[in-house]
């Protein structure tokens, strides 16, 4: 017999990103009643989508890793996702182009890697090197399954269960993980030639932080890449949250666009619901944020709750970025779809971008070409260009109304000298930008970070804020800015991990028979 929710069984999802609709999904594939509200009229957040003139730009992520992740939410509701996703494989994965003029493809096949490695770099060492760095790299990886993925982890204790004890066993694992060094230091040790080590320090990019500041246990990114590969979605990126939403859809959730919330309601230190702007209050037994988790706390949650939360640790913003989408009425034939133009001097990037909070003068730039994949994405002989250079996260004397126009200049000139992309201005018959500013006030997330916080600390860098609250009974925190982090597959299993703890901590009740979804606009 199906049961209709009670008001207080009902879950509200603040916040319709890749993980809030994840923990949407999961929850309502449980049998629970979920309200997933967003302040946009579009629910994906960041993976959004910008359709003008011919062209069609993904506004956000581009690099979709660990598909995994999706098929085991898509699992949960008993589906498979190759039926509602169509995943198109690509290798090489990125191509890299250096200052000196010298290109190098990062291939998936470890072997095949060597040898590009040992006819780009002879006699460096940097091939063999390489295989060696990958079987660290797979070490990490393990380590990141057994302890630190799919499950709630605040803070190295949870990584351990306590009923073990600290065994010796798990000291050797701790050891493992390469406490004290950071990704840029392990990834020199091991490849000697530095355009290759530039090449692999990106893989923190992924999370917006320093390599220079991250702990060595990041390293085990590159093996996740390699082991399940480098996908773009037909469609474009934002056919993930597309499928995703139109999954929650299905499963009952009754999804509201354009409903910012103000306030979570917290009554006897337990969630109550929450208010909208427009004053209704949605009543809730349970809340899963994935707005930013210290803006989530600083606005949308009172008191002594507020105040341990920022207390607890110091939150660092991870990068913010600079994209421009230009639509070209050529194509540069030397792109394939994932792109990386490298600066100089990697030291001198870092440094101005996490240290002293400016825009690095000779930037990397992340460049994708799409119609080399979906040629349907430009005009006819045309491509959608995405460029991505990360920036500081904003700081008080940023203005970048002033600041936009000469950086944009500089990544023009810098793609046409290193990417050899002669005459780029030209062939731009399209073009729109987002500043960091634009970035923090369409996601609304802190201080125009794209990636959540920073992993920066060589100990303890890689730990989030957990995703069950200690701090407010049934309350729960999903997305970027939470454990496991930022980027498209980690914020999907934080969704996860966070609808999980809320269902095994049974604080609300299940209902087969959810209320009826509301119109949904995608
Ligand atoms: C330019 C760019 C490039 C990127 N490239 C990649 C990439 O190639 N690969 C990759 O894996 N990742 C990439 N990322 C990172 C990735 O996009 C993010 O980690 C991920 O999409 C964030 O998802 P999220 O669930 O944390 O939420 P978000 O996408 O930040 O969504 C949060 C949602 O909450 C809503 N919200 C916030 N507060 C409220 C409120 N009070 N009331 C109602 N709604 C609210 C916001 O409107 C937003 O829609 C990129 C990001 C950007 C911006």
Redesign the pocket.
Known sequence: MTKTARLEDRVVV???????LAAACTLAARGHAVTL????PW?????AVLAEQGFRFD???????IPAVLKRIYAEAGRALEQHLDLVPLDPQWRSFFDDGTTLDLFADVGRMRSTLDAFAPGSGSGAGYARFMELSQRLHRLSDDYFFWRNVGGLKDMFDARRGFSVSILKEVLGMRPGRSVAGTVRSFVPDERAAQMLDHFTQ?VGSSPEASPAVLCGIAHMQADEGVWYPRGGTAAVPRALASLAVDLGVDIRTR????RIVVEGGRVRGVETAAGETIAAGAVVS???SV?THR??VDGAARDRFLRRRRYEPACS?V?LYLGLDKRYEQLIHHNFVFSHDPHEEFEAIYHRGEPAPDPTCYVCAPAVTEPEVAIPGGEALYV?VHTPYLRPHHDWQKMFAPYRRRIIEKLESTAGMKDLERHIVFERA?TPQD?NDR???LDGA???LASHGKFLGAFKPANRSPDVEGLYL????SHPG??????MM??WIAADCLDRDGIVGRSAAAAPAAACSL
């Open positions: 603040v916040g319709g990103g890749l993980g809030g509200c967003d302040k946009n629910v994906g957040g960041k993976a506004m956000g992520p581009t690099i979709l890793t992924y409903t910012p919330i103000r994935n707005s930013d803006r606005e949308l970025g994209v991505l987002l970035i996601y609304h997330v794209i990636y959540g999903a997305g970027g800015s930022p980027g498209m597959p980690m914020v934080s969704g």
